[in-house]
Structure formats: structure tokens, C-alpha cells
């Protein structure tokens, strides 16, 4: 499971790792996380989002893990990369292909708004 601390200034590793997920942000914005049992130090704007993030790819690598026979941290690692890349592929091309009756109403909204318009122009 992953977690996450902000980056205390002064701390050393053993106090850092002991306090996990209550730390104030630092002026630096770094957020020390665990994805699949390894530790990171990142740097962002939104502590928050960053734990999420690495929340997920963690959930990620351990679906992963449970489905093949490998321990290689590597070849799970881009696995996991390859799953996120199909969901977001498939979300982006579902969000690109408009649905059917979303293009039939526009279509027919951009007509009743040529004909208002003109009108408009044959009073106006």
C-alpha cells in the first residue's frame, strides 16, 4: 500500500519513515511515498494528489503481481505502466468519439440558431 509524508527539513530516514502521512508540506514540496515496497521523494505542488497518484500505480503493480508469476520489481513496473496506458487509451478515445445523439443535438441546435439568426438579420 502506498503512503506518504511530506519531507521534513532536518529529520533523519528512521524519524521520516516512523511518521507517515501526518507531516506538514515543506517549502521544497517534497512528499516521500512507498509504491510497492519502495520508497520515493517527490516534488509537487499538491501533496495530496501526488499520494493518490502513487496510491494508484501501487494498487497497480500489486494487481500485477498477483496475476503473474514474476518478482522482477522492473518488468512488473512497466506491466502495470502498460494496464494505466490501456485505461487511459480507452477512456480518450471514448471521450473523443461523441455519443450518436450528442451530434444529432448539436447538429439540430446549430440549425434552429442559423434560422434565428436569420431572421434576426431579415428584421433587424
Same mark, same amino acid.
Do not use: C, W
Given at each position: 500500500?502506498?503512503?506518504?509524508? !511530506? =519531507?521534513? #527539513? &532536518?529529520?533523519? @530516514?528512521? &524519524?521520516?519513515? @516512523?511518521q507517515?502521512?501526518?507531516?506538514p508540506a515543506t517549502?521544497? #514540496?517534497?512528499?516521500? %511515498?512507498?509504491?510497492?515496497?519502495? %520508497? ?5 505542488s499538491? @501533496?495530496d ?7 494508484? *500505480?501501487? #494498487? !497497480?503493480m500489486?494487481a *500485477?503481481?498477483?496475476? &503473474?508469476?514474476t518478482v522482477?520489481? *522492473?518488468r512488473?513496473? %512497466?506491466?502495470? /505502466?502498460?494496464?494505466?496506458?490501456? =485505461? ?17 443535438r /448539436?447538429s !439540430?441546435? /446549430?440549425? @434552429?440558431?442559423?434560422? %434565428?439568426?436569420q431572421?434576426?438579420?431579415?428584421? #433587424?
Amino acid at each position: 500500500m502506498a503512503t506518504a509524508s !511530506k =519531507e521534513p #527539513g &532536518t529529520q533523519d @530516514a528512521m &524519524t521520516k519513515s @516512523a511518521q507517515a502521512d501526518s507531516l506538514p508540506a515543506t517549502a521544497s #514540496g517534497s512528499v516521500r %511515498v512507498e509504491i510497492f515496497d519502495q %520508497v520515493y521523494n517527490l516534488r509537487g505542488s499538491d @501533496a495530496d494528489y501526488i499520494l493518490k497518484l502513487a496510491e494508484y *500505480v501501487d #494498487g !497497480k503493480m500489486r494487481a *500485477v503481481s498477483e496475476q &503473474t508469476a514474476t518478482v522482477d520489481s *522492473v518488468r512488473l513496473a %512497466v506491466l502495470a /505502466a502498460l494496464n494505466i496506458a490501456d =485505461e487511459y487509451h480507452l477512456l480518450k478515445r471514448r471521450l473523443d468519439k461523441p455519443a450518436p445523439d450528442a451530434q444529432q443535438r /448539436a447538429s !439540430k441546435l /446549430a440549425s @434552429a440558431l442559423d434560422e %434565428v439568426l436569420q431572421d434576426g438579420r431579415r428584421t #433587424g
